[in-house]
Nanobody, 118 residues
Framework: FQLVESGGGLVQPGGSLRLSCAAS????????MSWLRQPPGKGVEWVST????????YYADSVKDRFAISVDNAQNMVYLQMNSLRSEDTALYFC????????????RGQGTQVTVSS
């Protein structure tokens, strides 16, 4: 299977970015898809999860009300809309085939870098 992230970049505090994840090589129906992140010098953190079956979403407290996860089942795509970005959101963001709050999984992409800085 393959998970390919895109959309990262440099953004000023308070700005927005939209990450995309293209999934292929596995059945996209009735699964959980997640976003994880790894800040520089720190461990991997769980960010958000969505069910491709019913669209139910889950968020870490640190991103709740600022980030929004969504899915396009027809295109096998997962998105993460990130608003009101803060310096502490700086991290390598990964798309993963994983359940809510799972941090360690081999089923993830290579990541896309998000840097929040003025």
């Amino acid at each position: 299977f393959q998970l390919v992230e895109s959309g990262g970049g440099l953004v000023q505090p308070g700005g927005s970015l939209r990450l995309s994840c293209a999934a292929s090589g596995f059945n996209f129906k009735n699964i959980y898809m997640s976003w994880l992140r790894q800040p520089p010098g720190k461990g991997v953190e769980w960010v958000s999860t969505i069910s491709t079956r019913d669209g139910k979403t889950y968020y870490a407290d640190s991103v709740k009300d600022r980030f929004a996860i969504s899915v396009d089942n027809a295109q096998n795509m997962v998105y993460l809309q990130m608003n009101s970005l803060r310096s502490e959101d700086t991290a390598l963001y990964f798309c993963a085939l994983s359940s809510p709050r799972v941090v360690h999984t081999p089923a993830r992409g290579q990541g896309t870098q998000v840097t929040v800085s003025s």
